[in-house]
């Protein structure tokens, strides 16, 4: 079967760094994705993972481990309005038009 | 540029009506899909289009839903009839699909339905 799991929800403090994690079982792998999303809103990209390894964004870091089934999101410096779900999502084909399969999504709240 | 079109945002209706929803892509995008988002919970795939083929429809309930891809551009995702369990966000999403890249998903602002 395929399962992405992630914490549902997390509180941090302004200006403090949270790591989001998240594991993975899908019949093939092609990538992981994060996308953050604003109550109401559309997803929007924040980060993508095919090899091993941390991956560097501004105040974002999204890091993947293939044999571990384990990705995590790091954020620093943390701004209230970094408040939203972040979405972890595998792509399980072995062509960029695969689709995603996502995680229920972890409930950010920054707190001051 | 402009982003992924949905219409409309909001739709009320009482259970057993019909429903539609409009998408429209980015330009170019050939791959659009078509996901399901419940309150508290991630996007769920109904339905993927390579161009106007529908490539994965296996979660679409094609009892009561439907999907069209006219010309490979705007889609329509119709619910007939609706029932309770069918409130929900259905959110539009598209990618290039091809090419060396990270074929992120860009998605619409979704159709926020309420089933009466």
């Known amino acids: 079967g395929q399962n992405i799991d992630q914490p549902t929800e997390m509180t941090a403090t302004e200006g403090a760094i949270v790591q989001i994690n998240c594991t993975y079982q899908?019949?093939?792998?092609?990538?992981l994705f994060w996308y953050q999303q604003h109550a109401g809103e559309a997803p929007t990209f924040l980060s993508y993972?095919?090899?091993?390894g941390l991956e560097e964004k501004g105040r974002f870091s999204s890091f993947l481990s293939r044999s571990k089934g384990y990705s995590y999101l790091l954020l620093k410096e943390l701004q209230m309005k970094d408040s939203a779900s972040y979405l972890c999502?595998?792509?399980?084909?072995?062509?960029?038009?695969?689709?995603?399969?996502f995680g229920q999504g972890t409930e950010l709240s920054v707190k001051p | 540029e402009a982003g992924v079109v949905q219409s409309p945002r909001y739709k009320i209706i009482e259970k057993k009506q019909p429903v539609a929803f409009w998408c429209n892509p980015i330009?170019?995008?050939?791959?659009l899909y078509w996901y399901l988002q419940n309150l508290g919970q991630g996007p769920e795939l109904l339905i993927r289009?390579?161009?106007?083929?529908?490539?994965?429809d296996s979660q679409l309930p094609k009892d009561r839903f439907s999907a069209e891809r006219l010309k490979g551009v705007d889609s329509t995702l119709k619910i007939q009839p609706a029932e309770l369990g069918d409130s929900a966000v259905y959110l539009c999403?598209?990618?290039?699909?091809?090419?060396?890249?990270?074929?992120?998903?860009?998605f619409g602002e979704g159709s926020r339905l309420t089933v009466l």
């Open positions: 999403a598209s990618s290039l699909g091809t090419g060396v890249y990270t074929g992120e998903l860009f």
């Open positions: 899908t019949s093939g792998f092609n990538g």
């Open positions: 993972n095919v090899l091993d």
């Open positions: 999502a595998v792509r399980d084909q072995y062509n960029q038009g695969g689709k995603l399969i």
């Open positions: 330009s170019g995008h050939n791959t």
């Open positions: 289009y390579e161009n106007e083929e529908a490539v994965d």
